[in-house]
């Protein structure tokens, strides 16, 4: 089951700069499975796999202390790793047209998610792999999710 939080060390440019990380296991549930799969789709870059936002990006709402993230994507983008956008039912608040791959919630302090990157980092981690020893491993690339386009 994906997993997020919002913590420092991330983006070694900034890295006391709060980010979205989001966990997922490569071979865990389907939408967890897509999201991970679109990383073939993505472009490299810096140490980091870029999801296009014109291909997709993170939504992040937060009420109270409680965080929901939607990583969502255009049906091109599915597309292009052969899956069928239909499979998703639940659409982006920003556009429509675009699907929400997978939705992730946790607890935050409102404080330090205000102060967070837009977007999120999402981290494939099989089951004996840890976020610390991802963010150690040069050869661990994130796939860097931007925040929705502005409407």
Not at 42 to 62: I, K, P
Not at 98 to 104: G, H, Q, S
Not at 119 to 127: D, E, K, Q, S, Y
Not at 128 to 149: G, H, K, Y
């Amino acid at each position: 089951m994906a997993q997020i939080q919002v913590r420092s060390g991330v983006n070694p440019d900034e890295p006391e700069v709060p980010v979205v990380v989001v966990v997922i296991d490569p071979e865990g549930p389907p939408a967890e499975q897509v999201l991970n799969n679109l990383s073939s789709y993505c472009y490299e870059g810096d140490g980091v796999l870029y999801f296009a936002q014109t291909d997709g990006w993170a939504e992040s709402a937060l009420a109270g202390d409680r965080l929901t993230v939607d990583i969502v994507a255009h049906p091109a983008a599915l597309k292009q790793v052969d899956v069928d956008p239909e499979r998703f039912p639940v659409r982006s608040a920003t556009d429509p047209e675009a699907v929400v791959v997978l939705r992730v919630e946790t607890r935050v302090d409102p404080q330090v998610f205000a102060r967070a990157e837009p977007g999120a980092a999402v981290f494939a981690l099989g089951p004996d792999e840890t976020l610390e020893d991802a963010l150690a491993d040069e050869e661990s690339w994130p796939i860097v999710v931007a925040p929705p386009p502005e409407r």
